[in-house]
Structures are given as structure tokens and as C-alpha cells.
């Protein structure tokens, strides 16, 4: 079954810096990608996603890229803010096979220090 | 902007009892999931749900677990008889047609097992 991996596991960056969150599967038939950010007690809420047709995506401060023959997908975020501060989980599925379960990545705590 | 909502937010129950956890997806999405999330860990899969029947489930969701469409707006989860392990985060999710891809999920119901 698919496998998502993500790193750093924590990531602490000063505010107005860049913060970038990395993640590989294992399934070569996943064709979506969403990232999720999770702040402590709430749910996951989706920042930005991208489907494998697509190499980047872009919204406001916010970028994914994808690696379709790596198997890797990145998220990007830019002039970083203290409410960037949560854990970002990187997710893939594959939505035209019978697989609708979405795998998510172990997740990254990131800290934006003021 | 519609929601996904759950019911209750928390629940304490006592080892062995069986606990009901309930979500009303948003209206028009017709495909409805369960996860789960430990303290500190990453979402997990437990059950996909689609025209009154499970279409996919992850080996968590053993037989001590069930869901049901009881009318046409509510989605729940059962845990027949709870075990100290079953202490986690449920998030119910749901997507609006079968193999679109995006899910949303709800606030989540947090189960405490002693």
C-alpha cells in the first residue's frame, strides 16, 4: 500500500523567513496531493493541493511543487508569520482506483518564531 | 461555508462500554469517511462509506467497529466495546462525489478510554 514520508519532523524558522516541508510516496498510481495544516486541538483544515498533471501550484504565500517520476512533492511557504505555526501534513491518494482512503505523511511541527 | 460537523466533542467512556460517535457531512457530498489520530501522531485511515456501504477499511477498523447511515443526514462510528488503545482523535471527513478528491473534515470527536 502507499507509504508517505515527510521531513523535518519539527522546523523552527524566524518570521519573514521561508519554511519548506518535503514529502515522498511509495505509489506510483497516486495522482493527488493535498497538504493539511493542523493547529493544536483543531482539525486538519486543506491549504493547497496538487494533481500529478500539474508540476506547481502557487496561492499567496503558499506553493506546492511535484516530482511525479521521484515520487516527491514539496510545500513552500514564503514571509512566514507567527499564525504559520502548526503541524503540516503532507497526504496522497489515488482517486481513480478503488483506493479513496487518503495517506497522510507523519506530519511537521513548525515554529515561527517572532 | 457548509461544514462537516461531529457530536460530541469529547467523550470519557470506561474500558469494554460501546460509544456512538456521530458526524452530519456536509449536504451534498455523498462520500463519507473515519479517521483516526493518537496524540502526537499522524491521521490514520479506519473506513470509507459511499451508497450505504463500507467501499474500503484499513485494518484498524476491525469487527469491534461499524458504521451506519442511520437517516439522511447523520454518518456515525461505533466502537462495540472500547479498549484503552481506542483513546484517540475521530475525525469524520467527506467529499463531494465518488472519486473527487478533495475531503473535508470535521472538528473531531476526542475519546478517552479508562
Known amino acids: 500500500g502507499e507509504n508517505v514520508e515527510q521531513h523535518p519532523s519539527t522546523l523552527s524558522v524566524q518570521e519573514g523567513d521561508s519554511a519548506v516541508i518535503k514529502c515522498t510516496y511509495s505509489?506510483?498510481?497516486?495522482?493527488?496531493f493535498p497538504w493539511y495544516k493542523q493547529e493544536l486541538g483543531k482539525r486538519p483544515q486543506l491549504i493547497i493541493d496538487?494533481?500529478?498533471?500539474?508540476g506547481e501550484k502557487k496561492d499567496q504565500r503558499i506553493a506546492v511543487t511535484l516530482n511525479k517520476t521521484a515520487k516527491h512533492f514539496s510545500l513552500h511557504i514564503t514571509e512566514t508569520q507567527p499564525e504559520d505555526s502548526a503541524v503540516y501534513f503532507c497526504?496522497?491518494?489515488?482517486?481513480?482506483?478503488?483506493?479513496?482512503?487518503?495517506?497522510f505523511g507523519p506530519g511537521t511541527s513548525l515554529s515561527v518564531i517572532p | 461555508e457548509p461544514e462537516v460537523t461531529q457530536t460530541p466533542s469529547h467523550q470519557v467512556t470506561q474500558m469494554g462500554q460501546e460509544v456512538i460517535l456521530r458526524c452530519v457531512p456536509i449536504?451534498?457530498?455523498?462520500?463519507f469517511y473515519w479517521y483516526r489520530q493518537i496524540l502526537g501522531q499522524k491521521v490514520e485511515f479506519l473506513v470509507s462509506?459511499?451508497?450505504?456501504?463500507?467501499?474500503?477499511k484499513s485494518e484498524i477498523f476491525d469487527d469491534q467497529f461499524s458504521v451506519e447511515r442511520p437517516d439522511g443526514s447523520n454518518f456515525t462510528l461505533k466502537i462495540r466495546s472500547t479498549k484503552l488503545e481506542d483513546s484517540a482523535m475521530y475525525f469524520c471527513?467527506?467529499?463531494?462525489?465518488?472519486?473527487?478528491?478533495?475531503?473535508?473534515f470535521g472538528p473531531g470527536t476526542r475519546l478517552l478510554v479508562l
Open positions: 496538487i494533481r500529478s498533471n500539474v
Open positions: 505509489d506510483s498510481a497516486s495522482n493527488y
Open positions: 449536504s451534498n457530498h455523498l462520500y
Open positions: 462509506f459511499y451508497n450505504n456501504e463500507i467501499s474500503e
Open positions: 497526504a496522497a491518494k489515488a482517486v481513480e482506483t478503488s483506493y479513496d482512503k487518503v495517506i
Open positions: 471527513a467527506s467529499s463531494e462525489r465518488p472519486k473527487k478528491e478533495t475531503q473535508y
